[in-house]
């Protein structure tokens, strides 16, 4: 059944809607990365930040919205000048660190 026809069996109150969605198959929905409750918000980015964004996610095994939700956190937790950071930029750091500067 496509869409329109299920629109019209919808709209006309018909049994035949009910029946495809009795006899559908269960749906394994996937499982939550955390108990705390969730909000969702919709964030308009251009494509090639987005395609950034998904390449540094699947370098680190992680989804898209796992990792924006940990730059969100450590951005917050910045501006409280708490002490959140990546390893990544504590290496850097100290790799930085051990080079010698120019004088």
């Given amino acids: 059944m496509n869409r329109n026809d299920a629109t019209k069996q919808f709209h006309s109150g018909g049994d035949r809607l009910a029946e495809l969605i ?43 919205t796992t990792l924006m939700r940990q730059w969100i956190e450590a951005g917050l937790a910045d501006l409280d000048d708490s002490a959140t950071v990546s390893l990544a930029d504590v290496r850097r750091a100290l790799a930085a660190l051990s080079r010698p500067t120019a004088a």
């Fill in 22 to 64: 009795d006899g559908s198959q269960p749906v394994e929905l996937p499982t939550p990365d955390t108990d705390t409750p969730m909000v969702s918000r919709s964030v308009r980015l251009p494509l090639e930040t987005y395609e950034q964004v998904r390449a540094a996610a699947d370098a680190r095994g992680i989804g898209v």
